[in-house]
Every structure is written in C-alpha cells, then in structure tokens.
Nanobody, 124 residues
Framework: QAQLVESGGGLVQAGGSLRLSCAPS????????MGWFRQAPGKEREFVAAISWNGAVTYYADSVKGRFTISKDNAKNTLYLQIHNLKPEDTAAYYC?????????????????WGQGTQVTVSS
C-alpha cells in the first residue's frame, strides 16, 4: 500500500529554520503533484504549499510566502519543505499529500495520499 512518510520536524526557537522531508514508500510519486498541509491544535488542517510533478510550478498560501520553499527531487522520490524565520504560529503537525494534478490544490482540495505527519514546535 502506498504511503507517505514525513520527517524533519522538531522543537526550534523563533527565527530558526527547518527542512521537512516526505519520502513515499510502496509507490513512486514522481508523476504526481504534491503538497504540504499543517494542522495546529484546535484548528482545521490548512494548505501550506504545492508543487507540480516536475517541480516547475509552485503555489503557496499567502501566510507562508517568502519564508517557505517547496521543492521536489524526483530522482530521490522526495518532497521537501524548507522553512525559514519560524514563528510560534507555525507550530503545527505538517503533512504531505499527493495528487495527480496541481489543479486540485488550486481549488482548495487535496489528493488521496497522506502521510502521518511530523510535528513542528516553535518556541518564542
């Protein structure tokens, strides 16, 4: 069964950086668009960023533009989210997602494939 496995989360001070990774297993997602979502305690899951299957097109939530960078290495079958200048409000569980089309993310939706999440906690 195909699944996505996130890693790279942790406890960091405000202003710090992290790089999250998402490495699929049981399936290659090189032809899929992929995205990152996050969910803070007591809040709904929200879209963070998405990328086309070949990495040529990226799309970000307004709240993270300029601080988050999504990238995809198809040779390594891995998705990344580089986060700079972390803020306490970035504290959340971060999930990667995969879908056949980037359009799904533009429409506010998401694909059928999810990871189990990696926790990012930012201290002030």
């Amino acid at each position: 069964q195909a699944q996505l496995v996130e890693s790279g989360g942790g406890l960091v001070q405000a202003g710090g950086s992290l790089r999250l990774s998402c490495a699929p297993s049981g399936h290659t997602f090189s032809s899929f668009a992929m995205g990152w979502f996050r969910q803070a305690p007591g809040k709904e899951r929200e879209f963070v960023a998405a990328i086309s299957w070949n990495g040529a097109v990226t799309y970000y939530a307004d709240s993270v533009k300029g601080r988050f960078t999504i990238s995809k290495d198809n040779a390594k079958n891995t998705l990344y989210l580089q986060i700079h200048n972390l803020k306490p409000e970035d504290t959340a569980a971060y999930y990667c997602n995969a879908d056949y089309s980037l359009q799904r993310y533009y429409s506010g939706s998401y694909g059928d494939y999810w990871g189990q999440g990696t926790q990012v906690t930012v201290s002030s």
